[in-house]
């Protein structure tokens, strides 16, 4: 059942504390039952947002959607949850848990969770960055041509269909192999394979916990952008803050070209969470479980319906990340082809691939000790330190790239994990710019001509399947990604490394 606590808004910001310029706790009793505060990571620009949207609410009463603190207070009354229950700069709300939101649950504890909501709809969606050994000048006498070869050779929008020839028993292998797969039919490299999160490829997954329904989906989908706010952009170094950490990376210069992929796990990852959410809700009568909000769907982590979603999940996760594999093969077949030379020779290596809606088992420090968590991070990337055991040997010494996508138009950022991110936030840091209004207002207040002038205005290529989406994508439906990048970093959650500026961009 939804909070249905009434407070005027002087009231409800008696439950904020503010810590410190960017960090601002939200206090037991905000919400009932809640087991742990939050802690939210914004500073004055963006503050401004959440206060709104609670304002609101606090006048509306308790109809429509509820705002993102609210969410957050929410996520903190689940059973088996430490530390804090923690809000990234770019928090907006979300279905059930807030996008933005990252949760961990304690496994030894018997009552602990798992929540289909604070993983997403798309399981994995996640950003992928290759980089070239080609220049902005490079690029420029054939940027429409380019342009136009990436859209041809990627298929994208809402129904688009793969090029990856695919089967129900190749999808199986896919399932439960990931880049593994890519990399034994060909699609990837070896290295690939090192620079992804978990290497590419849940253990734990199972393609038998996806429903035939969910494999139809995703069968014709392999290799494919989709829409909504995925993209794949041409990208050119326009400043580097750590040369150290970009080198390790095979960022040396301004002006380099990189490519930039933001995509998920497409209709079969929003039927495993379709189809979890169903079953879960009937888990939680008998389990007696009581929650503020109806959307929080939970079981508890040792239970059949949990074990089978984690299951499905890393299966899905799977998926995303074979198709980023494909995406990363056309790619490069397109790059070869525009250059007239091979990927290798225009050293098109991953830099990373993170992961941005997932649900992981992870040791942390809680009070202390070591703990195996399951973490849920919705609209949040991990962000591991330097020295730790599950990044790559590369940057042991620099922490983990941290891939944050810009809105369409603006910039993107590469971050470095942190060792106070460890011990705040569970290595997690934000994962964009973070929409500030909803998708139907910025239909009603922009005009898809204007989108796109602006975007030539500022030299940027464009290709898109269907224009009339381009209205929600706009800039002016986000935060500004300059100001939360910089609260992560005044934080100290994460490290600006590297920020990319798009020259073309190829969306849904």
Known sequence: MTDSVVRGFDEELSFIEKIDSVRYRVKKGFVPNMNVDGMIYVNDSIKDYLYEELEQYSKRGVSGFLPAVKQIANVASLPGIVGHSLGMPDIHSGYGFSIGNVAAFDTEDPLSIVSPGGVGFDINCGVRLLRTNLTEKDIEPIKEQLCQSLFDHVPVGVGSKGVIPMNIKTLNQALEMGVDWSLGEGYAWVEDKEHCEEYGRMLNADPTKVSERAKKRGLPQLGTLGAGNHYLEVQVVDEIYDKAAANKMGIDRQGQICIMIHSG???????????????????????????????????????????????????????????????????????????????????????????????????????GRPKKLLVHRKGATRAFAPHHPLIPVDYQFTGQPVLIGGTMGTCSYVLTGTELGMNETFGSTCHGAGRSCSRNKSRNNLSYTDVLDSLQAKGISIRVASPKLVMEEAPESYKDVVQVIETCHKAGISKKSVKLRPIAVIKG
């Open 265 to 367: 796990s497409r209709g079969l990852g929003h039927q495993v969470a379709t189809d979890s959410l169903t079953l879960m809700e009937k888990a939680m009568a008998r389990d007696h479980i009581h929650l503020n909000d109806k959307q929080l769907a939970c079981s508890r982590i040792n239970s059949v319906e949990g074990q089978d979603y984690l299951s499905g999940m890393a299966a899905a996760a799977n998926f995303a990340w074979v198709n980023r594999q494909s995406m990363t093969f056309l790619t490069r077949q397109a790059f070869a082809k525009a250059f007239n030379s091979t990927p290798d020779d225009l050293d098109m290596h991953v830099i990373y691939d993170v992961s941005h809606n997932i649900a992981k088992f992870e040791e942390h420090n809680v009070n």
